[in-house]
């Protein structure tokens, strides 16, 4: 009874053995050809829901790509800074040089405006060669009657010492260089207009004064005629008593 369990048991371990090896050969098989099928060729076509992904990928790894490039090829270099930099300075001087230039040509012209208007006044005083009058000797004459008239009121006010000879002066260049005083007179007029105070005063006193020359001039021709009224009636009584007494 002891020999035969042990008899079977030595009986069923080769068959165990040989169907666990058996089972272990063929599993890889069954595993490897499971695994041949559920491959696919590299050069078969992936469907369309595959590509989609990678066709999105693709401009997206492309939009990443192109501002780095842009952004790298328009960044300034230093010769780019350099030159810009030394454009301003040059259109900075040459903007400066012409606005210097541009004043100092204005000033120039401004001086030699004033200088020409300035001649020009004073060739427009001197009279003309028809009337026949002279500068020369009339103004010395006008110097010597003024400095005549600041000789007679030397003794006098300061107010008559200053207006003697101004007074003089003036009857004595009326009087030798009556054209010359005339265009003096007109060019002071022109001035005094664009002053209508001025211009108001000097013909409120143009007026008085020949309101009194006119005056004068009528009581003087008055005086005269009285004065020789006089001396005729005297020359008459003269007569009468002359002829009386013979």
Not at 107 to 121: K, Q, V, Y
Request: hydrophobic share 40%; net charge positive; glycine share 4%.
């Amino acid at each position: 009874m002891s020999f035969r369990p042990m008899l079977k048991q030595r009986a069923v371990a080769p068959i165990a053995a040989t169907l666990l090896a058996g089972g272990l050969t063929l599993y890889p098989k069954q595993a490897y050809a499971e695994d041949l099928r559920d491959r696919k060729p590299i050069y078969d076509d992936y469907p369309s829901d595959a590509a989609e992904p990678t066709k999105a990928v693709a401009p997206a790894s492309q939009a990443v790509s192109l501002p780095s490039s842009q952004s790298l090829s328009t960044s300034p270099t230093p010769t780019d800074i350099l030159t810009s930099q030394v454009r301003q300075a040059r259109l900075f001087l040459y903007s400066h040089s012409l606005a210097a230039e541009n004043s100092f040509n204005n000033f120039l012209s401004r001086a030699l405006h004033i200088e020409n208007a300035f001649t020009n006044t004073i060739a427009s005083l001197a009279p003309s060669p028809e009337s026949g009058e002279r500068l020369t000797p009339g103004g010395v004459y006008v110097i010597v009657s003024a400095m005549a008239g600041s000789i007679v009121s030397r003794n006098r006010g300061i107010i008559l010492r200053t207006l003697s000879p101004l007074t003089f002066g003036t009857v004595a260049a009326w009087t030798l260089l009556p054209v010359t005083m005339r265009n003096v007179s007109d060019l002071v007029w022109e001035y005094e207009k664009k002053f209508p105070v001025v211009a108001d005063q000097h013909l409120a006193v143009r007026e008085k004064a020949e309101y009194i020359w006119y005056t004068g001039i009528a009581h003087s021709g008055m005086a005269r005629q009285m004065m020789e009224d006089k001396i005729g009636e005297t020359r008459k009584k003269l007569e009468e008593l002359v002829s009386k007494g013979h």
